[in-house]
């Protein structure tokens, strides 16, 4: 397989991936509506950067060591299964709470910061995203791919997340989106919190799964 159809065959497994419902969904849509859309921005920058840590991590052998020492794997599951938990249950605490509806409030919510790093986190609290990137290299990568072009494969996927989560944030930021969510706020949050919790409980769950 040339380069090129590695990197398209990357790409294509990549977007379907970025795009399936999820932890750094949920994460991202409820900041973009609630913090604005810088905050959003931010958010979505961590999220890529995450992926960007995780698929170098695959490149260097993360799977190999998994294999190798399983109970490694399940404690990483559980947790990030029960920071996941943990952030559903802090937003449904908030979901009481009013928010002030000016764009200069909602930009400046909380630190753009603790978002990047909030998006970071969400991210990176799921080792199996590191199976998955695994997976799709394994089946795309050329048999000796050179050093450059797995950091093509790096910044790839960087691209392919943030760029995604950045259409989400943007679009969930928007006027009419943001207008449903204050109207709804209540019942979005608890929504969003207990996905968030289900998902989280779920993947420390499945630690005990073989």
Request: proline share 4%; aromatic share 10%; net charge positive.
């Amino acid at each position: 397989m040339s380069e090129f159809s590695s990197l398209i065959g990357i790409g294509a497994a990549l977007c379907v991936g970025a795009a399936s419902p999820g932890p750094s969904f949920v994460m991202v849509a409820r900041t973009a509506a609630s913090a604005g859309r810088t905050n959003g921005l931010n958010a979505a920058l961590g999220m890529g950067l995450g992926a960007l840590l995780f698929a170098a991590a695959s490149l260097l052998g993360l799977n190999a060591l998994f294999l190798a020492v399983p109970t490694l794997y399940a404690a990483l599951k559980v947790v990030g299964g029960f920071y996941l938990a943990y952030i559903g249950i802090q937003i449904w605490r908030g979901a009481s709470q009013q928010l002030d509806v000016s764009d200069a409030r909602l930009e400046s919510a909380k630190p753009r910061k603790g978002y990047f790093l909030l998006g970071l986190a969400t991210q990176v609290s799921n080792p199996k995203t590191a199976i998955v990137y695994a997976s799709v290299f394994a089946a795309f990568l050329p048999a000796t791919p050179t050093i450059q072009f797995n950091l093509l494969v790096v910044a790839l996927v960087f691209l392919i997340e943030a760029g995604w989560y950045a259409i989400v944030a943007t679009v969930l930021s928007s006027e009419a989106p943001r207008s449903v969510y204050l109207r709804f706020k209540k019942w979005v949050d608890r929504s969003a919190g207990s996905i968030m919790g289900a998902l989280g409980l779920n993947l420390a769950a499945s630690a005990t799964q073989h």
